[in-house]
């Protein structure tokens, strides 16, 4: 069993990345003074992954919100769920799915070897029949109305089908009849392919160490079977619809305008993406030239933001906010980023945008369940968890200005906007 | 139990150390609450100040926004947002929110702990003198607030009262506490109307930030590695020169549920959202807010509740159904969303279920699931800085706050018999209910 210590000297933190014979990776990062203990058992399965790959290499599609539903179901069993053994330990477990992962997490501050233990033991052992799974329609179903009564869920699914030729994919739960095609056998297939160790990871911080965890794993981890799974490629079409709108319920008129970063790879760099967050705040921040002038032209209020999405196959650099007048606001970001573009970034402006990046990324280490869930993020990304940090602080405006003339490409970009009904 | 009276305690600048935190009094009714730890690597600073719901509403709510826009120090926006960049990027929040008739207006601070900048300059001192500054150096022309500002901050404040309310959850809870609440100063909006908003003036704000800082219950909140000595100082001086008066804690009445009060209003969304608001007897109340928090719980907590188990699981209504208990008010709110046309299914199933409660129809497993559940979640809280500082923040008006560790003593002694005591003092009181008129094809 191979074990590797990071260490970042100037947070002081470090953590461990553990080589498990089961072939799970487990990465394990201790806070000293900390009471609570969050572990996440996390798939590389999200809602991008709509295709499975036979024996042959050919791919078979799996219906929409599959992860999703697949996330809801693991958790029940032929004896006890997993929700009626955390209720014995305290802990608060949950799970999420989102576009690139699905993960399954406890919080707790006692019985850290039990819940680790359930944890462990619940994600490997599925148990789905069709009677359970047509009960789980009811209630999903509801949770997808939720969402489609949210105009933040809306403005955000419209704008990246806008940008990408009009992909299910991002509505990570499915629609009521994507996920009415669902059965045991589609959940058993996906577990198989997506749910084989190679394909996971496990992360834990706070009030544990690394030989607690080992011990738990040694015991409960069953060897793994097949490999990672393989993950197929998103169209590349560069099929752009450059403004979408939706009539909801509400009394205020939101938008999100994002550009679409035709970069020919499926992932951005460590430097690309801490630099594209300066450059965002740059642009938008609460501190730059653009707020100030959309704020006071009235354009714009306090939940006017930025930020910069990238996951396998898409990256997008979005702005979000509420406006009476949304196209107006995106020119007005467009014509600025055009004239940036030209002036380069001014020095000053970079280093305030570069120190707030830098002091927001150190507050990230006080919180566990941030923790966990970097670990597991940037280790699926083929990334370490003080990447990101470590080039923070050693970016440079040339880097930036270098990121920012090929960040945006001013042609590929939408505009999606929520307004009131009627 | 304690018998510190401490807002007496308060005009004689006594400090007391609570083993886990630490107060001292200030000036009558201003005191600094405060946890001395390096295990973070932030320091959080929570500035607290209550007044009564009543008049005024608008214009208390918005003062927080104004002082938090500019300051005497920095009168530009942006500049000053630039500052707390170079800061390595200091958070600094407005907020007003309510608990029993109190409205709470409040600043926050979270910023980067010394030893983590990258340069020598010291962050804590720099963003303790900042906040401070807020309060009592506001920005001011010819002896009153700027008009141009206050302006743009009733735009603001408009537009994020009406965006809140575009959350259906959010308004369909609004709803329920202004029909049920529609007697009391709880039932209010807690930014006030939007008529109310658009008539204040400069000379408004003004006055009500003179009345906040003679009046109002102030408590600061510090969760630091640094010594809380500087800022205890900075108040000292700061306010030796106001005369307080601090305004009455008023009792919050006892009000009975009287006949249920129904109201269904229809909107065209996918979902309808349920919201049935119960009352508690106040003196229980207050006096029992740990056996009131395991019933909640236990009835409507986490996935061993009640409600989870039977009306989500069993029933698959929903995918949320949750109780939230209101100490302050004595309150009890359930909260479902659900297909329109399932309301009287889940209206029932939500009232067989807290009658189980009352009728002692749960298991010792059930019961010490939610007192494991609570106990736990409640020692999680003192490992983030917001949330610490929000629980002391949030005991801001209570004579003497109490630590995470007392409430989880406090947990551990509720009883079966109590849970059961508690639930049957509860009485239904308002149904509200969102009907959604695009159930059919979602």
């Given at each position: 069993?191979?074990?590797?210590?990071?260490?970042?000297?100037?947070?002081?933190?470090?953590?461990?990345?553990?080589?498990?014979?089961?072939?799970?990776?487990?990465?394990?990062?201790?806070?000293?003074?900390?009471?609570?203990?969050?572990?996440?058992?996390?798939?590389?399965?999200?809602?991008?992954?709509?295709?499975?790959?036979?024996?042959?290499?050919?791919?078979?599609?799996?219906?929409?919100?599959?992860?999703?539903?697949?996330?809801?179901?693991?958790?029940?069993?032929?004896?006890?769920?997993?929700?009626?053994?955390?209720?014995?330990?305290?802990?608060?477990?949950?799970?999420?799915?989102?576009?690139?992962?699905?993960?399954?997490?406890?919080?707790?501050?006692?019985?850290?070897?039990?819940?680790?233990?359930?944890?462990?033991?619940?994600?490997?052992?599925?148990?789905?029949?069709?009677?359970?799974?047509?009960?789980?329609?009811?209630?999903?179903?509801?949770?997808?109305?939720?969402?489609?009564?949210?105009?933040?869920?809306?403005?955000?699914?419209?704008?990246?089908?806008?940008?990408?030729?009009?992909?299910?994919?991002?509505?990570?739960?499915?629609?009521?009849?994507?996920?009415?095609?669902?059965?045991?056998?589609?959940?058993?297939?996906?577990?198989?392919?997506?749910?084989?160790?190679?394909?996971?990871?496990?992360?834990?911080?706070?009030?544990?160490?690394?030989?607690?965890?080992?011990?738990?794993?040694?015991?409960?981890?069953?060897?793994?079977?097949?490999?990672?799974?393989?993950?197929?490629?998103?169209?590349?079409?560069?099929?752009?619809?450059?403004?979408?709108?939706?009539?909801?319920?509400?009394?205020?008129?939101?938008?999100?305008?994002?550009?679409?970063?035709?970069?020919?790879?499926?992932?951005?760099?460590?430097?690309?993406?801490?630099?594209?967050?300066?450059?965002?705040?740059?642009?938008?921040?609460?501190?730059?030239?653009?707020?100030?002038?959309?704020?006071?032209?009235?354009?714009?209020?306090?939940?006017?933001?930025?930020e910069y999405l990238d996951g396998f196959g898409y990256a997008v650099p979005i702005f979000v906010g509420e406006s009476n007048d949304p196209k107006l606001v995106s020119e007005k970001i467009r014509k600025y980023i055009s004239e940036l573009k030209k002036t380069g970034i001014d020095p000053k402006a970079f280093e305030r945008s570069r120190r707030k990046l830098y002091g927001r990324m150190v507050m990230e280490?006080?919180?566990?369940?941030?923790?966990?869930?970097?670990?597991?993020?940037?280790?699926?990304?083929?990334?370490?968890?003080?990447?990101?940090?470590?080039?923070?602080?050693?970016?440079?405006?040339?880097?930036?200005?270098?990121?920012?003339?090929?960040?945006?490409?001013?042609?590929?970009?939408?505009?999606?906007?929520?307004?009131?009904?009627? | 139990?304690?018998?510190?009276?401490?807002?007496?305690?308060?005009?004689?600048?006594?400090?007391?150390?609570?083993?886990?935190?630490?107060?001292?009094?200030?000036?009558?009714?201003?005191?600094?609450?405060?946890?001395?730890?390096?295990?973070?690597?932030?320091?959080?600073?929570?500035?607290?100040?209550?007044?009564?719901?009543?008049?005024?509403?608008?214009?208390?709510?918005?003062?927080?926004?104004?002082?938090?826009?500019?300051?005497?120090?920095?009168?530009?926006?942006?500049?000053?947002?630039?500052?707390?960049?170079?800061?390595?990027?200091?958070?600094?929040s407005a907020g007003v929110s309510k608990s029993g008739d109190f409205q709470k207006l409040s600043i926050n601070m979270s910023f980067i702990d010394d030893r983590f900048s990258l340069t020598d300059e010291s962050i804590s001192a720099e963003c303790v003198k900042l906040i401070t500054g807020m309060l009592f150096e506001p920005l001011v022309s010819d002896g009153g607030f700027v008009e141009k500002n206050i302006?743009?901050?009733?735009?603001?404040?408009?537009?994020?009262?009406?965006?809140?309310?575009?959350?259906?959850?959010?308004?369909?809870?609004?709803?329920?506490?202004?029909?049920?609440?529609?007697?009391?100063?709880?039932?209010?909006?807690?930014?006030?109307?939007?008529?109310?908003?658009?008539?204040?003036?400069?000379?408004?704000?003004?006055?009500?930030?003179?009345?906040?800082?003679?009046?109002?219950?102030?408590?600061?909140?510090?969760?630091?590695?640094?010594?809380?000595?500087?800022?205890?100082?900075?108040?000292?001086?700061?306010?030796?020169?106001?005369?307080?008066?601090?305004?009455?804690?008023?009792?919050?009445?006892?009000?009975?549920?009287?006949?249920?009060?129904?109201?269904?209003?229809?909107?065209?969304?996918?979902?309808?959202?349920?919201?049935?608001?119960?009352?508690?007897?106040?003196?229980?109340?207050?006096?029992?807010?740990?056996?009131?928090?395991?019933?909640?719980?236990?009835?409507?907590?986490?996935p061993h509740s009640k409600l989870f188990m039977n009306v989500r699981e069993k029933m698959s209504l929903c995918y949320y159904c949750r109780a939230r208990f209101l100490r302050d008010n004595s309150i009890m709110f359930v909260e479902s969303g659900i297909e329109t046309h399932n309301e009287e299914k889940a209206r029932q199933a939500i009232s067989d279920q807290l009658n189980k409660v009352k009728n002692g129809?749960?298991?010792?497993?059930?019961?010490?699931?939610?007192?494991?559940?609570?106990?736990?979640?409640?020692?999680?809280?003192?490992?983030?800085?917001?949330?610490?500082?929000?629980?002391?923040?949030?005991?801001?008006?209570?004579?003497?706050?109490?630590?995470?560790?007392?409430?989880?003593?406090?947990?551990?002694?509720?009883?079966?018999?109590?849970?059961?005591?508690?639930?049957?003092?509860?009485?239904?009181?308002?149904?509200?209910?969102?009907?959604?008129?695009?159930?059919?094809?979602?």
């Open positions: 069993m191979k074990i590797k210590e990071y260490r970042n000297e100037k947070l002081a933190e470090s953590y461990s990345e553990i080589e498990h014979p089961s072939g799970l990776k487990i990465l394990v990062m201790p806070k000293p003074g900390y009471s609570t203990t969050y572990a996440l058992f996390a798939a590389r399965y999200g809602s991008i992954d709509t295709h499975i790959q036979a024996p042959d290499g050919s791919y078979y599609e799996i219906p929409d919100g599959t992860a999703h539903f697949l996330e809801h179901k693991l958790f029940e069993s032929d004896e006890q769920d997993a929700f009626e053994r955390f209720a014995k330990t305290g802990a608060s477990a949950n799970a999420f799915t989102s576009f690139d992962r699905t993960a399954y997490l406890f919080s707790c501050s006692t019985n850290v070897k039990q819940n680790l233990e359930i944890l462990m033991d619940f994600v490997q052992s599925p148990y789905f029949t069709q009677q359970t799974v047509d009960k789980e329609q009811g209630i999903i179903g509801q949770e997808i109305r939720m969402y489609k009564d949210s105009p933040d869920w809306s403005l955000m699914i419209n704008l990246l089908q806008a940008l990408y030729s009009n992909s299910p994919v991002f509505d990570v739960a499915g629609t009521e009849e994507s996920i009415a095609k669902i059965t045991a056998e589609t959940l058993y297939d996906c577990y198989r392919n997506f749910y084989d160790l190679n394909n996971m990871v496990f992360a834990v911080a706070g009030n544990t160490t690394v030989e607690e965890v080992l011990e738990v794993a040694d015991r409960m981890l069953k060897p793994a079977k097949g490999k990672k799974a393989q993950r197929k490629l998103p169209d590349s079409k560069n099929d752009i619809k450059s403004y979408v709108e939706e009539k909801m319920s509400v009394e205020t008129t939101q938008f999100m305008f994002g550009f679409r970063e035709n970069n020919g790879k499926p992932e951005v760099s460590t430097l690309e993406r801490v630099a594209s967050s300066v450059i965002l705040d740059v642009i938008a921040g609460n501190a730059s030239a653009c707020y100030k002038e959309l704020m006071e032209e009235e354009l714009i209020n306090t939940s006017f933001s930025y280490y006080n919180d566990v369940e941030n923790i966990a869930d970097a670990l597991v993020v940037s280790y699926f990304r083929g990334e370490g968890l003080f990447d990101e940090i470590t080039v923070c602080a050693g970016l440079t405006l040339e880097q930036v200005n270098e990121r920012l003339r090929a960040m945006f490409d001013e042609e590929s970009y939408s505009l999606s906007v929520v307004l009131p009904k009627g | 139990m304690r018998s510190l009276s401490l807002f007496a305690l308060l005009s004689d600048r006594i400090t007391i150390d609570m083993g886990d935190f630490k107060i001292v009094g200030i000036a009558p009714g201003v005191r600094v609450v405060s946890v001395k730890t390096d295990v973070f690597k932030t320091g959080r600073i929570v500035m607290s100040m209550a007044m009564p719901i009543a008049k005024n509403t608008a214009a208390q709510a918005i003062l927080p926004f104004y002082l938090r826009r500019a300051c005497k120090q920095y009168p530009d926006f942006t500049e000053l947002n630039g500052r707390l960049n170079e800061l390595y990027g200091t958070r600094l302006e743009q901050e009733k735009r603001l404040l408009i537009e994020k009262r009406r965006s809140e309310l575009d959350d259906k959850v959010v308004y369909a809870r609004s709803r329920c506490e202004e029909i049920m609440c529609a007697d009391e100063p709880y039932g209010r909006n807690v930014y006030g109307t939007e008529e109310e908003i658009l008539a204040l003036t400069p000379a408004d704000v003004y006055e009500t930030w003179q009345n906040v800082l003679k009046e109002s219950i102030i408590q600061f909140t510090v969760i630091s590695s640094a010594d809380t000595a500087e800022i205890e100082n900075i108040l000292k001086g700061k306010f030796s020169g106001i005369e307080r008066s601090v305004i009455e804690k008023s009792a919050v009445p006892v009000r009975n549920a009287g006949e249920v009060k129904y109201v269904n209003e229809a909107q065209p969304v996918k979902q309808g959202k349920l919201v049935m608001g119960f009352r508690s007897e106040m003196e229980k109340s207050e006096k029992n807010r740990f056996k009131n928090m395991i019933m909640a719980d236990l009835f409507g907590g986490g129809d749960f298991t010792d497993d059930e019961l010490k699931a939610s007192k494991m559940s609570v106990s736990d979640s409640l020692q999680t809280f003192k490992d983030t800085p917001e949330v610490l500082a929000a629980w002391y923040a949030l005991q801001s008006t209570d004579e003497s706050p109490i630590s995470l560790r007392e409430a989880c003593e406090g947990v551990e002694k509720v009883s079966r018999q109590d849970v059961i005591d508690m639930s049957r003092v509860i009485e239904l009181d308002t149904v509200y209910m969102l009907s959604g008129t695009e159930g059919g094809e979602a």
